[in-house]
């Protein structure tokens, strides 16, 4: 068995301070999501003057399948708090929620209720998706 890794730079954050960040995760995925997150509200190497360098927009879309595996979610909410221009957090819960046509709500039922933002968002080559 032959194990290699990490060999490329698929999951860095753009240098660009006024990128727009999509991320995507499910469960424990929310992990590297996190980690950007803190980088881009909290680490102080990444701050400027003003106390932060990210100026763009961070949209995380989270899917569980029961709201109590909502990992970090005081830390998301404190974001909207305090970034609501640029931090956004919607979440699909698939035992709990329903989608418009009644079943199962997933992450991808949630994102195409954004489907004209998020279109939108794709068109600026400013826009990264994790």
Not at 20 to 42: E, Q
Not at 50 to 62: E, I, P, S, V, Y
Not at 109 to 125: G, H, S, V
Request: proline content about 5%; charged content about 25%.
């Amino acid at each position: 068995v032959m194990i290699t890794g990490p060999t490329g730079a698929e999951m860095l954050l753009p240098e660009d301070p006024e990128a727009n960040i999509v991320m995507l995760a499910t469960g424990t995925g929310i992990a590297p999501m996190r980690a950007y997150c803190r980088y881009l509200f909290n680490d102080k190497v990444a701050a400027e003057g003003d106390g932060r360098k990210f100026k763009g927009l961070a949209w995380l879309f989270m899917g569980v399948p029961y709201s109590k595996s909502l990992l970090y979610d005081d830390e998301h909410q404190e974001y909207i708090s305090k970034y609501p221009d640029q931090f956004r957090y919607d979440y699909a819960i698939s035992r709990e929620q329903k989608n418009a046509a009644g079943q199962k709500m997933y992450i991808q039922t949630k994102m195409a209720e954004y489907a004209e933002e998020l279109w939108e968002l794709m068109q600026d080559e400013k826009t990264h998706i994790y």
